[in-house]
Structure formats: structure tokens, C-alpha cells
């Protein structure tokens, strides 16, 4: 069965920085390619983040360039997102998902709130 | 960026009756490998939202066969054959031809009259 864990997500000040980790299991996690989205509370779902299956190709929205990071350890079957200099319109739970014939499985959310 | 949108955006159904929502894109979403990325998400209130369907109209396994999708090009449609209440929540479309970014339709809320 595929499950997709997220943890890392908490309370932070403007500014401040987090470090999301999605772990994998139930399927071949180097064979896919990863992506992070975010549901801000009460909108709709926006993509964040994507990375290829080895990590030497990575692309990000417009709004988080520069400031997150995503990246994979395929050896612990567990994808990353590094947030950095985060504002109060990154508040949101990310979702980690596994790419297969476009975004496929979700695992249940990290909340993150940014706020003083 | 491909700007994807849906309507209506509140769809109030009657139990077993059909429910159609409309998914139009900004360009077309044919990819240059012949494949048309466009799918389609259910968000249970309360959930994580989950693929219903993916390619315009291949449903994801477990998925009830009175969820269907089909269309081309830019215009594209999800039908509930006949509306259960467990089909209550937001729907979203979601193309995966031009990216990035990977863009969504805002949502259609799904309830019982």
C-alpha cells in the first residue's frame, strides 16, 4: 500500500524557517517523481514544488522561488521541502505527493502556520 | 501559465440524480507526446483530496464507475452518473501538459439540496 507521511510542519515566526519531510513507503520511491503542494486554510490547492526522480531536476511556483529548497534522499525513501524566510501567506497545510500519470497519491498534510 | 476554469463553482444536487462539472483551460492541453494531461480531484470535507481521474477520462482504481470524464483540447467535463452522499465535497481539475507550474480550477463545491 502506498502511504506518503508528512511531518516537520508547526508554528513560526515571520522570517523564520522549517524543514518539511514527506516518508515514502509501499512503492519504489526512487522510480518517481515528487511534488509539494499547499492548501491555504479554506482555498484551493496550489503547487509548490516538484522534483525529478534522481533530484537533478527541480522546479518551483513563481511565489516560492528563491526561499524553498526541495530535495530527496532516495536511500530513506524521503522527500524534503527546506522553508526559508517564511511570510504569513506561506500558512497552509503542504501536502507531499507521488507523480504518476500527473499527481497521484496525497499523503494527509503537515499544517503550517506562520505567524508572531 | 495555463489558467484553469471551472463551473459552476457551488453545485447543489439531489440525491441520485446527475451532476456535470465544466473544466476550460486557457490553451490547449494537448501535450507533444500525443497524451492529454488532465485530472480531475475529489476533497471530502475534512480529507485530503484524492484522483479521480487522470488523462481526461482513465478512472484511478476504486474510483466508482458512475464518475466519469471526458472532453479535449481546452473544454473539458466531470459527470457523477447519479449523486450519493459520499460524493459531497470540492472537485478540481488540474492540467499537467504546460508545466511549471501544475495549475488547478478553483473548486466546485458539491452538496445535497
Known amino acids: 500500500e502506498v502511504q506518503l507521511v508528512e511531518s516537520g510542519g508547526g508554528l513560526v515566526q515571520p522570517g523564520g524557517s522549517l524543514r518539511l519531510s514527506c516518508a515514502a513507503s509501499?512503492?519504489?520511491?526512487?522510480?518517481?517523481?515528487m511534488h509539494w503542494l499547499r492548501q491555504a486554510p479554506g482555498k484551493g490547492l496550489v503547487w509548490v514544488s516538484h522534483?525529478?526522480?534522481?533530484?537533478?531536476?527541480?522546479s518551483y511556483a513563481d511565489s516560492v522561488k528563491g526561499r524553498f529548497t526541495i530535495s530527496r534522499d532516495n536511500a530513506r525513501n524521503t522527500l524534503y521541502l527546506q522553508m526559508n524566510n517564511l511570510r504569513a501567506d506561506d500558512t497552509a497545510v503542504y501536502y507531499c505527493l507521488r507523480d504518476y500519470q500527473g499527481l497521484e497519491y496525497w499523503g494527509q498534510g503537515t499544517l503550517v502556520t506562520v505567524s508572531s | 501559465d495555463v489558467v484553469m476554469t471551472q463551473s459552476p463553482l457551488s453545485l447543489p444536487v439531489t440525491l441520485g440524480q446527475p451532476a456535470s462539472i465544466s473544466c476550460r483551460s486557457s490553451?490547449?492541453?494537448?501535450?507533444?507526446?500525443?497524451?492529454?494531461?488532465l485530472n480531475w480531484f475529489q476533497q471530502r470535507p475534512g480529507q485530503s483530496p484524492r484522483r479521480l481521474i487522470y488523462?481526461?477520462?482513465k478512472r484511478d482504481s476504486g474510483v466508482p464507475d458512475r464518475f466519469s470524464g471526458s472532453g479535449s483540447g481546452t473544454d473539458f467535463t466531470l459527470k457523477i452518473s447519479r449523486v450519493e452522499a459520499e460524493d459531497v465535497g470540492i472537485y478540481y481539475c488540474?492540467?499537467?501538459?504546460?508545466?511549471?507550474?501544475?495549475?488547478f480550477g478553483q473548486g466546485t463545491k458539491v452538496e445535497i439540496k
Open positions: 488523462k481526461v477520462s
Open positions: 522534483i525529478n526522480n534522481d533530484g537533478s531536476g527541480t
Open positions: 488540474m492540467q499537467g501538459t504546460h508545466w511549471p507550474p501544475w495549475t
Open positions: 490553451q490547449s492541453l494537448v501535450h507533444s507526446d500525443g497524451n492529454t494531461y
Open positions: 509501499g512503492f519504489i520511491f526512487s522510480n518517481y517523481w
